[in-house]
């Protein structure tokens, strides 16, 4: 098997060979189909096995296949900054070529990174990816 089978916009194939993905994982073959498919899914697997790309491809290829609006498409809740500043890295390299933006929203910044995160959630960016107290702070404001 290989990502051209999902049957992935060619932007975002563009996004998936320059990040040098060939072939799917076992994670990546499962649950890629099932999110594209409007499932819900519940993943385990070891560490380095691709799960964010399981669930970030799924999720850029939707967004890109819907109508485009200025509103927040997708919210990806992690525990850490540090997991959030990784999938948002990860999301800039298989979005690259696509309209699909993204945003890592996080504590332990200064003023202005918080008042630039305030700026993309109210503008609307496609995703967010975000730690929950950051988040709670955003909202209470």
């Known amino acids: 098997m ?13 996004g998936i060979e320059a990040m040098g993905f060939e072939t799917p994982t076992p994670i990546q073959q499962e649950a890629i189909p099932a999110i594209l498919n409007g499932k819900d899914i519940i993943g385990s697997a070891q560490t380095g096995t691709g799960k964010t790309a399981a669930f970030l491809l799924p999720v850029i290829q939707k967004i890109i296949s819907e109508e ?25 390299g298989f979005g690259y070529f696509t309209p699909v933006g993204s945003i890592a929203v996080y504590g332990g910044g200064d003023g202005a990174l918080f008042a630039r995160e305030k700026k993309a959630l109210m503008e609307g960016t496609e995703v967010v990816i975000c730690t929950p107290g950051r988040m709670i702070a955003h909202l209470n404001n």
């Open 68 to 92: 485009r609006t200025s509103k927040t498409r997708a919210v990806i809740v992690v525990p850490t900054r540090e997991l959030a500043q990784q999938i948002d890295q990860q999301m800039e």
């Open 2 to 14: 290989k990502f051209s089978d999902f049957g992935f916009e060619p932007s975002l194939m563009e």
